[in-house]
């Protein structure tokens, strides 16, 4: 992340180097709250890495490390917030099918145009190509498959 000019401004006054509890990974408690508090300066007061860097008294590479893994986190945390347990929605198009006569996976896969081994594997019924079964599915393809099958996304919910 760092780059070569910018790692070379006053690192001898300042804290230029890498916290040495997490390696400079950003993981550690004094870390994640610097981290978080570079992130708010930049993003919501709108000060620029230098400013920043001057008022924590780090670099402005440094500062720029920081706000990247904060950015990091964040997008990881969203990821995960729009993720499902396929286990969850198995369990509800079981009960789909249970109570619907004359419907499969195949069926399924044909109302969403997909192929059966397709929705399968997004399903975790069969492992993907890496031979893992997929654990989690994206909420949007979830919400698509739960559409298909005549009912609202919010029921996924109380499976
Ligand atoms: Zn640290």
Known sequence: ????????????????????????????????????HAWRLVTVDGLSHEETAERMHLTPARVRLLVA??????????????MIATERVRTFLEHEIERTPGLNRAEIAHYLDMKQIDLDRQLGYEPGKNGRRQRKVGIEAASRLVIALGRAPHELDGC
């Not at 893994?69 to 729009?82: A, F, G, T, V």
């Open 1 to 36: 992340m760092r780059t070569a000019s910018a790692s070379t401004t006053r690192a001898s006054t300042i804290t230029a180097e890498p916290c040495s509890r997490c390696d400079g990974r950003g993981t550690c408690p004094s870390c994640a709250q610097r981290r978080k």
């Open 69 to 82: 893994q904060e950015r990091d986190r964040q997008d990881l945390e969203r990821y995960r917030l729009n």
